[in-house]
């Protein structure tokens, strides 16, 4: 006699519990912030590398793996990470300022100020990711980076314009603002008054060019020439 077959098991199988899944989000930006910070400071003295993410993330008493998790393209990741920070940080300072009473000058100049004083804690860890984005296989990194920081300036700054002065505008301040802060790394003077100097000085030499009539035929190439000027330097689709 054959032993008589017992039936499938009808019951459903038991759901997953979604507690988990709907706290991994928060988890994670937790972790990810946290894993960030520890980053920071270990890449003033030890360089911006994936070695040195890895070493926050022992700090941290993470795993290895959790790195790929939170930041899959390593140090890249960080680095856009606290840029994106950094930008949204600056974007609610300049909003808390009563910038509507401020001629266009003084905007900018707060937008980059305000830049300066939110790197001031890392500035030897700035020094450090600056040094990571000058290998010419990281310039479209660079660039992008460069391209939403000196678009929040100018956001924030009010600027709503669509033709060929966005793409101008934003050039010139990013000539500005890299210059600025390459004087700023090696400014020593108290609370950086050299620093302000400078990019008075700068802002003033922008609107000095902006005062220049260039001829009707350069005019009416303008549009093309900024536009794709932008594009070359790696602001694709950004507008």
């Given amino acids: 006699m054959t032993r008589a077959q ?100 003084t905007r900018i100049f707060w937008g980059v100020k305000m830049h300066l004083n939110l790197l001031e804690p890392h500035k030897k860890t700035a020094k450090s990711a600056l040094r990571f984005l000058l290998s010419p296989s990281r310039a479209l990194l660079a660039t992008e980076l460069l391209q939403a920081t000196v678009h929040t300036i100018w956001s924030a700054a009010g600027d709503a314009s669509t033709d060929y002065n966005f793409y101008s505008k934003r050039i010139l301040l990013a000539g500005v603002y890299i210059s600025t802060v390459l004087f700023w790394l090696r400014d020593a003077s108290p609370e950086h008054l050299e620093t302000n100097r400078f990019l008075e ?39």
């Fill in 6 to 105: 017992t039936p499938p098991k009808t019951t459903p199988p038991k759901r997953r519990s979604t507690q988990k899944a709907h706290a991994d989000p928060q988890s994670s930006a937790n972790q990810k912030e946290q894993l960030l910070q520890a980053f920071l400071e270990l890449a003033a003295t030890e360089g911006w590398s994936e070695q040195t993410l890895q070493k926050a993330a022992q700090t941290c008493g993470m795993a290895d793996v959790m790195v790929w998790a939170l930041f899959p393209e390593k140090e890249v990741d960080a680095l856009r990470t606290w840029s994106n920070v950094l930008n949204t940080q600056l974007k609610a300072r300049l909003h808390a300022l009563d910038l509507d009473t401020m001629k266009v000058r």
């Fill in 201 to 239: 000085a700068r802002i003033n030499d922008v609107l000095k060019l902006q005062a220049f009539k260039p001829p009707k035929d350069l005019i009416q190439l303008g549009p093309t020439l900024l536009k794709k000027a932008w594009q070359a330097c790696g602001f694709f689709g950004s507008r």
